[in-house]
């Protein structure tokens, strides 16, 4: 397997458009999980999935940020509108059900300008 | 709910000396505990992992870790450090629920491991 593939790895946007983060869990995967890490924050968890569904959202700062995965193979990280604060390294894990080891993927660096 | 701490944001260690970093975790029930490492620009590998068991865990690229509950740590160790160890460690506590296995990871901050010849 591949691993867990985001894209792209580097955006740059100006604030106030619309990003659209993208990730491809590990095939058998259960669990998908969306990260931001900042110097600031460190590693902090936004939201996670099981089975496609929305488990905790918690940790997504604003409405302005939204996740969906649409089926087991592909889930999406959408900020609308970006704001500079948003700029960060956004990264994407997957986990089996049984198994508790989450695989990350290499992160996608977002710059909003 | 869990939490994790790395009391140290940055550390540096000779070539060839040992290494211990250190992590501090608050979780009510048994925690699975891990210990991630990133390399600049690349995402988190995952060195070693405690569930249960022998409380001194083996991991990849020569490291161990030892879980004390009654210190609530879980402390990474080398016994000899190489160059390319330089990277950033992260301690995890995994949050459990009955019959589904953990479901999130909760971070640390992370230490920051520099290498000096």
């Known amino acids: 397997d591949a691993g867990v593939i985001q894209s792209p790895r580097h955006e740059v946007t100006e604030m106030g458009q619309e990003v659209t983060l993208r990730c491809k869990p590990i095939s058998g995967h259960d669990y998908l999980f969306w990260y931001r890490q900042t110097m600031m924050r460190g590693l902090e968890l936004l939201i996670y999935f099981n089975n496609n569904v929305p488990i905790d959202d918690s940790g997504m700062p604003e409405d302005r940020f939204s996740a969906k995965m649409p089926n087991a193979s592909f889930s999406t990280l959408k900020i609308q509108p970006s704001e500079p604060r948003d700029s960060a390294v956004y990264f994407c894990?997957?986990?089996?059900?049984?198994?508790?080891?989450?695989?990350f993927g290499q992160g996608t660096r977002l710059t909003v300008v | 709910a869990q939490s994790v701490t790395q009391p140290d944001i940055h550390i540096t260690v000779s070539e060839g000396a040992s290494l211990e970093l250190r992590c501090n975790y608050s979780y009510g029930a048994t925690p699975y505990l891990f210990w991630y490492v990133q390399s600049p620009g690349q995402g988190l590998q995952l060195l070693l992992k405690y569930f249960s068991g022998d409380t001194l865990v083996q991991g990849i690229k020569g490291f161990e870790a030892e879980f004390k509950r009654s210190q609530s740590s879980f402390n990474l160790r080398k016994p000899s450090v190489h160059w390319s160890d330089a990277a950033e460690y992260f301690c995890?506590?995994?949050?459990?629920?009955?019959?589904?296995?953990?479901?999130?990871?909760?971070f640390g901050t992370g230490t920051r491991l520099l290498v000096s010849p």
């Open positions: 995890a506590v995994g949050a459990v629920r009955q019959n589904t296995g953990f479901q999130k990871l909760v």
């Open positions: 894990a997957s986990r089996l059900k049984t198994g508790a080891e989450a695989f």
